[in-house]
């Protein structure tokens, strides 16, 4: 497995006049088979970095390597065998119209890779799904269950990075736990890299080794997972963020 | 209705590929209107392809001898100028409608689908370019232009079809247009993209089916006045030539005797009303039917 090195990544979104800097100068770098989260409130660029990454945003400043390789000098093949997306919401990831077989065929396709039927199986099998499931639709199956085909997708071409956009945030409690609780099991058995962008402290402190405060584009801080605890934050709006989440959950 | 949710396993696989359309199908005899367009269809087609044996004559005998015989008797529907039986001339004459629309679909429906996924998908300059071009189609009426291309071409029904398909792609580009850009930012298109698919292979696969209800909607809806233009185009000696029996040319000829042959340019419009109003149901039937909204049903 591989790990990711980002450098100086910077972006601007918009045209002309009314180009904003959403990303000035991001950089943090993730261990071979560690989970890095990215926390944040909502705009702070957290899908922002994972969309740099993918290379889905392609104007950007900096460096970005994985494994030692830059993502820019990969060939598109290759890329999409080094890293894979999980998005936010699982109703707008998959196509309406395709069935699971086909969405996990076409990559398959694409890549031109051997033992289809197997490779489609054992990719269900990995996210708990039954075998039947390859002919249904998205509309036929429940939001867990799409999240887990999202998950089938992206590992079916055996990346070595998983870049996930708040994997679990459209999905309520006991779901989530079951979509997390897939996700850190899949990490055990094969050592993929995570990179985890969400905004809930607890799916952070369950998931991730070390996790990155952003503020408005911007790291604020790198902190250990331990750091939660007993909030040994040194950065002020790190600390707040942090505070701010214990006491949510006291309330609730 | 609730066979289809649990067909038995080993056919649901062909099922899962027929049902949406015995779904849609199910859903436009459900509502009078849309039924009515689609027998007054139904019929048409049938009609067409036993033409032969339902006319009751040659459509194209002229018999000097039994002129302007009002309906009744041997002829259903009477007889014309040159003593041709008129039922027999609408029957053979529903060929060449179908004939029509059918040619006229299949060049228009992929062109518009072509035109707009592509400008919509990849933007910039191919959408710049491509949509001038639409417009400058656009800026013109349909009806005048396909005029014009005929009156440049040369009178005759190929000629006619060419003009009518060439005016009638471009509303359908604008519409996959439209339909593409609402799509084309969506997470399933990203993530077809993280999977190293190409922007043809993204068009086909992916933006294509998205587009097609909407675009088979408004070709079912375009197809009466493609039927218009054509009649309109006929009746101007423009598009079909006698002796052909297309609709618009008979009423283009029996116009001269309407005052005391009331049959000769009757028929004839009265087809051409109701398989335009047919087809416009039907158009509307669609458009509920196929609802993105009714997706989660099916
Ligand atoms: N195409 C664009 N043009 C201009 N600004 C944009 C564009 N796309 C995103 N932004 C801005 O970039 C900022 C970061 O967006 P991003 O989606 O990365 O936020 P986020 O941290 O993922 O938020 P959330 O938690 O709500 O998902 C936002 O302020 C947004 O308004
Ligand atoms: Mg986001």
Redesign the interface.
Known sequence: MKSVEVTNLGIALGHGAKAVNILPDVSFTVEQGECFGLVGESGSGKSTVLRCI?L?LEHWRGTVKIGGASVRDMG??E??RT???V???PY????????VRTVLY??LR??NLDRRQERMEQALRDVGLPI?FL?R?P?QLSGGQRQRV?IA?ALI?EPDVLLLDEPTSALDVSVQAEILNLLSDLRARRGYTYILVSHDLAVVDYMCDRFAVMRSGEIVEVLDRAALENNSATHDYARELISASIAYDRAS | MTDIVNAP?PA??RR?AIAPLLNVLRFLLRSPTSAFGLAVIALLVLLAIFAPLLATHDPNVQNLNNVLQPPGGNHLFGTDELGRDIFSRLLHGTRITLNIIFLVTITVGPIGLAVGTIAGYLGGIFDTILMRITDIFLSFPGLILALAFVAALGPSLNNAIIAIALTSWPPIARLARAETLTFRS???I????????SPF?IIM??IV??CLPSVMIRLTLNMATVILTAAGLGFLGLGAQPPMPEWGAMIATGRRYMLDSWWLVTFPGVSILLVSLAFNLLGDGLRDALD?KQ??R?
Do not use: T, W
């Open positions: 993918s889905l598109v093949i890329r999409c890293v894979q997306m998005f936010q919401d707008g990831s998959l196509h309406p119209r395709h069935s076409e990559p694409i890549h039947s002919d639709f509309h999202a997708r071409l | 396993k649901s696989r899962s969506s997470d399933y990203a993530a077809a993209r993280l999977q190293g698919a292979r696969h992916s089916p998205m993105p997706m989660n099916r």
